[in-house]
């Protein structure tokens, strides 16, 4: 008798690690799940420009349902999905933003269609370049955010396809002070 319970219990282990496994195969991607956790909690389809894990954490960059607004979230991964943290939607002024969130400081602004590059010089004399997303129903945009470093002070730098500068700019010391439509999710 105790050999039939070891060979049902053995039996038991390799099909519950079989499943296990294949739960794991099946399972969607972090970039599906971020997806579905923003749709859910917007009750809208987005449109997602960007979206990075990083362990933990994720950041998602996306266009509020149609409106002339960046929105900004940072979600926390729990066991099997991804949870909302924290997050902001701004208008676009045209004027640089500086949006510090829990985990990630953030930098974007509208551009011009002539400006093909973006460098942010951060304090620490690092170069960096900025992320220029082309939407087909509004002008372009570029953003740039980090984990680490401090962007207060950076200085931005546009460019042409000739390389001519474009516009020069000084990022504030304060975050979130130039914001003026600003909802924030959390």
Do not use: C
């Not at 970039?31 to 960007?50: C, G, P, S």
């Amino acid at each position: 008798m105790p050999n039939k319970f070891k060979v049902k219990f053995k039996i038991g282990i390799v099909v519950f690690v079989i499943a296990i496994s294949f739960s794991f195969l099946f399972r969607p991607s972090d970039a599906i799940l971020i997806i579905q956790e923003i749709d859910h909690f917007l009750h809208r389809d987005v449109t997602i420009y960007h979206s990075e894990t990083n362990n933990k954490e994720a950041i998602a960059f996306y266009r509020w349902y149609g409106m002339d607004q960046l929105a900004v979230m940072e979600l926390n991964k729990e066991s099997f999905n991804w949870e909302l943290v924290r997050g902001v939607t701004e208008g676009f002024t045209g004027d640089i933003q500086f949006i510090q969130l829990d985990y990630y400081a953030i930098l974007f602004q509208r551009i011009p269609a002539s400006v093909v590059n973006v460098e942010i010089l951060t304090q620490n004399e690092k170069v960096h370049k900025g992320r220029i997303e082309v939407d087909e129903y509004y002008q372009p945009f570029w953003y740039y955010y980090s984990d680490t470093e401090d962007l207060s002070n950076a200085i931005i730098t546009t460019y042409d396809e000739e390389g001519e500068v474009v516009e020069i700019i000084e990022v504030t010391e304060q975050p979130n002070g130039n914001l003026q439509r600003t909802i924030t999710i959390e």
